[in-house]
């Protein structure tokens, strides 16, 4: 069983930024996979980004490349989302996944088996 925990969203004018953080609880094994997306009220979930064991492997969505970074600490079993230059259609729950058993190819995290409680992004313009 894994569970995550993120903090780190809020509200930011367009240009702005802010890092979210995600914390991995388990019980046994790390977890290898981890990622995020996001869900806007009224559109469907976007897998935003996905790091695989520590960064061997990063994706990001099209829309976030170049201005959103994913990075993690392993050592703490924690993910981290800098997001830069934001904009209001970042505007967004975002939640943490993850998942322990995948792997390198795993990039989508709309897939992986644990999901978090989302933290609230809002960008105004």
């Known amino acids: 069983q894994v569970q995550l925990v993120e903090s780190g969203g809020g509200s930011v004018q367009a240009g702005g930024s802010l890092r979210l953080s995600c914390a991995a609880s388990?019980?046994?094994?790390?977890?290898?996979?981890m990622g995020w997306f996001r869900q806007a009220p009224g559109k469907e979930r976007e897998g935003v980004a996905s790091?695989?064991?520590?960064?061997?492997?990063?994706y990001y969505a099209d829309s976030v490349k170049g201005r959103f970074t994913i990075s993690q600490d392993v050592a703490k079993n924690t993910v981290y989302l800098q997001m830069n230059s934001l904009k209001p259609e970042d505007t967004a729950k975002y939640y943490c996944?993850?998942?322990?058993?995948?792997?390198?190819?795993?990039?989508?995290?709309?897939?992986?088996?644990?999901g978090g409680q989302g933290t609230q992004v809002t960008v105004t313009s």
């Open positions: 388990t019980e046994r094994y790390s977890t290898n996979c």
């Open positions: 790091i695989y064991a520590g960064g061997v492997r990063t």
């Open positions: 996944a993850a998942s322990i058993w995948c792997t390198y190819s795993d990039y989508d995290p709309l897939k992986y088996k644990y």
